[in-house]
């Protein structure tokens, strides 16, 4: 191989090798120029891209039910106000029923009376007219007796007193003697009976109390 040959040879490795490391460099200089990009970009915020988020559909759920049609609000309201007078119609209802189941019950009683107010007025007349005092004071007993039976059909019983020891939960004591020892705390003395209508005390019976 001649002088020149081997010279322009050499020339040309030298060019060669140049633009390799020119290539290199180039491409060292492009990825850290890329690897500073990347460094200096934000990253995402998560939290406040979730609190948009639950902001904004918290904004699509109030625009939704703003956006609800007046006539559905419009029958809620209807339905509040027939509900409520339905109520009152069935409270007044109610007080009704109470007060004719009242008004019957005392019908009731009236209707029972009525006989022996039929049986007491013939006695009086039939007084007027005999001399008979057994016979009127036996016709006096039947009507009492039938006034008794008729209160216990309707469960009025009398309260037994006299001689019972006195209890404040039926009785009132109205005075009090002494009585000696053994009618001490008892009832000596009924001043007027007392009635019990089923477990209910219809009237306090007012007695004397021995001390």
């Known amino acids: 191989m001649g002088f020149g040959t081997a010279f322009a040879n050499n020339i040309l490795q030298k060019i060669i090798k140049n633009i ?3 290539k290199k460099h180039t491409d060292n200089q492009e990825v850290k120029e890329q690897t500073t990009i990347n460094e200096g970009a934000e990253t995402p915020n998560v939290e406040n891209t979730s609190t948009d988020n639950m902001a904004e559909q918290s904004q699509e759920q109030t625009d939704t039910v703003a956006e609800k049609p007046a006539e559905e609000q ?4 209807d339905q509040y106000i027939r509900l409520q007078a339905e109520f009152d119609n069935f409270r007044k209802r109610t007080i009704r029923e109470k007060m004719d189941l009242i008004q019957s019950g005392g019908s009731d009683i009236l209707k029972a009376i009525l006989p022996i107010l039929d049986d007491m007025q013939r006695a009086t007349a039939a007084s007027e007219k005999s001399d008979d005092i057994e016979a009127l004071r036996e016709g006096e007993k039947l009507v009492v007796q039938k006034f008794i039976d008729t209160l216990k059909q309707k469960k009025v019983v ?3 007193a006299l001689d019972a020891p006195f209890d404040e939960n039926l009785h009132e004591a109205v005075a009090r003697f ?3 020892e053994e009618k001490r705390g008892k009832v000596i003395d009924v001043v007027e009976r007392g009635y019990m209508l089923g477990d209910k005390v219809l009237r306090f019976a007012k007695v004397v109390v021995g001390e």
Do not use: P, S
């Not at 419009?74 to 309201?77: A, G, L, T």
């Open 178 to 180: 002494a009585a000696g």
């Open 74 to 77: 419009i029958d809620w309201k």
């Open 158 to 160: 009398e309260i037994e």
């Open 20 to 22: 390799d490391m020119t």
